[in-house]
């Protein structure tokens, strides 16, 4: 049999729109997905995200009551050796490049299926499905869900198809969705997304959400190598996977350590609480008691007056305590009052009674003597006064 050119051509064109070039990619039958749905990833330059930029035209409501499991389930047989996925939702009916996107359920391995590579092209669909449970965070209400898949083997792609759910039984309010993490993006380019993945790798998302299954054989990477610009920009406060531990930091900063650059001012030091001392200093005053009067020798001036120097301004002085003093000094001599002056046996050293015993003792000035509570100049008519001061 003999086939034109133009014959041969119509074959090729109808061959290009069979059901086999679909089973060429992964298409999305559960949960039913929004319109018709096209076989192709994410535009690289991410002109089609979100769900492919396929009209939000609703063929059937998937019904979600919280505490149910409802499942994923595709029709291809391009599985592209597995990957991970994710399952997200948003409050928004018709999501836009605005949206934010939580994550309920992430999939780190064997999704869409863990065969190291595809299925035979032409044969049955991948019949691999992926069960999960809807979390009691999500409100009530029509909402959006979202797959994500990204791929172990071929182009570096992003895979997303959308579809309607109502949800019962379900929050009164967002304040425990808004706190689930943020749906991850990698391999497009729009905000939000963390790079370019790996080939040849299963994925561990940085912020999967605490609920996660664990699946495929592979050996596993992080989904992109910068993690930190992981999800759709917002804050995610779901438990993550804990980052790489940093150097432990030194177990105590430097005593003193060196002003920073640009701090204009040191920081003040924390302030001293109040300590209270029970030292005291002695200072001896010598008061000298002039003599006869004597006519003034040659040389020497004539003394004109007699008047000792007035004492020094100081509290009087307590009792003389006793001695209770020995050749050899003992500072831990028992004495009373408090305060008062301590002499050793042979008046050659004093200390001050401190709060029942004595102080350390000193030897008093040369030419002077401890004598029965009071120091004393030894003969020469001058007298030794001794002034406490606390300090």
């Not at 009209?55 to 919280?66: H, I, R």
């Not at 959308?162 to 905000?191: Q, R, W």
């Not at 350590?257 to 300590?275: D, E, G, H, K, R």
Request: glycine share 10%; with cysteine; charged share 10%.
């Amino acid at each position: 049999m003999l086939f034109t050119k133009s014959a041969v051509l119509s074959v090729a064109a109808l061959l290009a729109t069979s059901p086999l070039s679909v089973n060429a990619h992964m298409i999305l039958k559960e949960p039913v997905p929004y319109g018709e749905q096209t076989k192709d990833p994410l535009a690289p330059n991410g002109s089609n995200f979100p769900c492919k930029g396929i009209p939000y035209t609703v063929k059937s409501v998937n019904q979600w009551p919280v505490g149910s499991t409802q499942k994923l389930a595709f029709i291809g047989t391009a599985t592209h050796g597995g990957g991970s996925c994710q399952v997200s939702v948003t409050t928004d009916k018709e999501p836009t490049t605005a949206t934010k996107w939580k994550v309920i359920h992430s999939f780190e391995g064997g999704c869409v299926n863990s065969f190291h590579g595809n299925l035979a092209e032409g044969g049955p669909d991948s019949d691999t499905t992926f069960p999960f449970q809807v979390p009691s965070e999500l409100p009530n209400g029509e909402l959006t869900m979202a797959w994500t898949w990204f791929n172990h083997i071929g182009n570096r792609e992003m895979y997303m198809a959308c579809a309607p759910v109502s949800i019962s039984g379900g929050a009164s309010d967002t304040k425990e969705f808004d706190a689930l993490p943020d749906m991850a993006i990698a391999n497009i380019a729009v905000p939000g997304s963390c790079g370019e993945t790996e080939p040849e790798f299963d994925y561990n998302f940085a912020n999967p959400g605490k609920y996660v299954t664990k699946g495929g054989n592979s050996v596993f990477k992080p989904l992109c190598a910068n993690q930190a610009s992981a999800g759709n920009g917002g804050d995610a406060s779901a438990p993550a996977p804990a980052p790489p531990a940093a150097p432990p930091a030194p177990a105590a900063p430097p005593a003193s350590p060196p002003a920073s650059p640009q701090s204009p001012q040191s920081a003040p030091p924390p302030p001293l609480s109040a300590q209270t001392t029970t030292l005291r200093t002695i200072t001896i005053v010598t008061a000298p008691i002039a003599p006869p009067s004597t006519s003034p020798g040659a040389g020497n001036p004539p003394i004109t007056s007699a008047t000792p120097a007035p004492a020094p301004s100081t509290p009087a002085l307590p009792a003389p305590g006793p001695s209770n003093g020995t050749s050899s000094p003992n500072n831990n001599t028992p004495c009373s009052p408090n305060g008062s002056i301590i002499c050793s046996a042979d008046g050659t050293h004093f200390a001050l009674c401190n709060f029942g015993t004595a102080a350390v003792f000193q030897r008093v000035a040369a030419g002077t003597k401890c004598e029965g509570g009071v120091i004393g100049k030894r003969g020469f008519g001058f007298t030794h006064r001794v002034q406490r001061t606390m300090i």
